[in-house]
C-alpha cells in the first residue's frame, strides 16, 4: 500500500515537471521570437512579426506575452510603412497636392511610432517578468 502511495505521488510530481518544462519551452520559444523581432533591423521586422504570430502558445501568460509584444511590433512597423509612403509622397517629382496627404500620413506615423515605442518597453518588461518566474 505505501509503496503504491510512493509510485502515485512520483509519478504525479513528475507530470508537474513535465508540465513545467513544457510552459519552460513553450515560454523560450515566444521568447526567442521576440528577441529576434527586437534585435532585427527595421527592413527585417515584418516577416519576423510574422513568425511571431505564427507562433503556438496554450498558456495564459505566454500567450500574452506573444500577443503584447505582436500588437507592439504590428505598430512598430505600420508606422515605418507610413514613414516610407511619406517619404515617397514627398518625393521631387510628387505633386503639390500631395503634401497634404503626406502631412496626415505623417502623423499617422509618428503616432504609430510613439505608440509601439510604449508597447515595445511593455513587451519588454513583461519578457523580462515572465523569464525571471520561470528562471528553474
Not at 515560454?27 to 521586422?45: M, S
Not at 502631412?103 to 517578468?129: I, P, R, W, Y
Request: glycine share 6%; hydrophobic share 45%; aromatic share 0%.
Amino acid at each position: 500500500m505505501i509503496r503504491i502511495l510512493v509510485l502515485s505521488a512520483l509519478s504525479l510530481l513528475g507530470c508537474r515537471s513535465q508540465e513545467a518544462r513544457a510552459l519552460e519551452a513553450e515560454a523560450a520559444r515566444i521568447g526567442r521570437a521576440v528577441d529576434a523581432l527586437r534585435d532585427a533591423p527595421n527592413e527585417a521586422k515584418a516577416p519576423l512579426l510574422g513568425a511571431l504570430e505564427a507562433e503556438a502558445c496554450d498558456d495564459s501568460e505566454t500567450c500574452g506575452l506573444k500577443a503584447l509584444c505582436s500588437r507592439a511590433y504590428s505598430r512598430h512597423v505600420e508606422g515605418l510603412d507610413k514613414s516610407a509612403r511619406v517619404k515617397a509622397m514627398l518625393a521631387p517629382d510628387a505633386g503639390a497636392e500631395q503634401a497634404g496627404a503626406a502631412v496626415a500620413l505623417l502623423k499617422e506615423a509618428e503616432s504609430a511610432l510613439a505608440e509601439a515605442a510604449q508597447l515595445t518597453e511593455d513587451c519588454a518588461a513583461k519578457q523580462g517578468e515572465l523569464r525571471r518566474r520561470l528562471k528553474p
